[in-house]
């Protein structure tokens, strides 16, 4: 009888192990698991956290190789595997963010992400950083009132350093991939709503 | 005899698992003072947005969804902080200021999705 007591303790130790191991960022991860893998549900299969989506990959921000810096002082550096490729920002020795993104999914345009500085003390500054498609030696931003400016691709990246559009005035909608002989190798959306770049605080 | 060293056995082992679970919760909360995940239900996709349960010295938040919809990423309190950054299916922010503010994640896609948030100090 006392050691079907002991066996009892044993039991509710390891259940009590089990729902703890289970609670917090592991069952996050589990409610977020799914059979389709676009970039949201690859990140959740592991843990949430800064660099997530490197950790569901299996690389290391460590062996990223620096491309180019931002603005508002960021680094921005590249680390890749056969498959997919991650554009890293860093804030001097802090990680700052990851956009990864599959070949195809860099083919669809949808490796872009923007950051935007919308404190009222700070510099207003817009980054918009991407991996370009294969075969993009350059890309250009278009504007709502159409006009566009242009950037270079390197090693697969590029970068635009701007401001957060004022409001009711003309803001980026996506850009044209060039190739080296000028010729439009295809165009994609920015990830944003309209001109919704900056989000309200109440 | 044997009974009753068999019995300290378990009874031993047992509580090596319950210190085991308090060394890693003690280790955890080490590593990161507080953690919150918040949203995974369904919400519209016209900047509908799931939200932390308060503020907190938030330096981390990331969203996440199905598919590849337009996501942004938002730390932000209402004296100056606010951080935003958009991505397809996946997008994370980082506040350095070490300010309290709130953690959102907005859905831009113009379609609904089921959207998480993580947000930690």
């Keep these: 009888m006392k050691e079907k007591g002991s066996r009892k303790s044993l039991f509710f130790a390891g259940a009590v192990a089990a729902v703890l191991a289970m609670s917090g960022a592991g069952a996050y991860a589990a409610a977020n698991s799914a059979t389709t893998a676009g970039p949201g549900e690859q990140a959740a299969t592991v843990a949430p956290g800064p660099e997530r989506q490197l950790r569901s990959i299996g690389l290391n921000a460590s062996e990223a190789k620096p491309l180019f810096s931002l603005s508002n002082g960021e680094s921005v550096g590249l680390v890749a595997n056969e498959q997919t490729k991650c554009l890293l920002r860093a804030l001097g020795s802090k990680f700052a963010g990851e956009t990864c993104a599959t070949l195809s999914e860099i083919a669809e345009g949808h490796a872009i992400s923007i950051s935007d500085e919308c404190g009222s003390p700070g510099k207003n500054l817009m980054e918009i950083t991407g991996l370009a498609p294969a075969g993009a030696s350059e890309v250009r931003l278009i504007s709502s009132d159409g006009t566009s400016q242009s950037t270079s691709v390197t090693s697969g990246a590029f970068k635009f350093d701007g401001t957060n559009p004022a409001p009711d005035a003309p803001y980026p909608t996506g850009v044209e991939w060039v190739s080296a002989n000028g010729s439009s190798a295809g165009t994609a959306g920015l990830p944003v709503e309209g001109d919704h770049f900056c989000e309200p605080t109440s | ?121």
């Design chain 2, 1 to 121: 005899m044997s009974k009753l060293l068999r019995k300290r056995r378990l009874t031993g082992l047992a509580g090596s698992l319950v210190m085991a679970s308090v060394l890693a919760l003690a280790t955890a909360s080490a590593a990161s003072a507080f953690s919150e995940g918040y949203g995974g239900y369904e919400i519209c996709g016209s900047n509908c947005y799931v939200q932390s349960g308060g503020s907190h010295t938030f330096y981390f938040n990331e969203g996440s969804a199905r598919g590849e919809p337009y996501l942004a990423c938002q730390l932000f309190n209402t004296s100056h902080a606010n951080q935003v950054t958009h991505g397809y299916g996946y997008c994370d922010v980082f506040y350095y200021g070490g300010e309290y503010v709130t953690a959102r994640v907005y859905d831009q896609s113009g379609t609904s999705h089921v959207v998480s948030g993580y947000a930690e100090t």
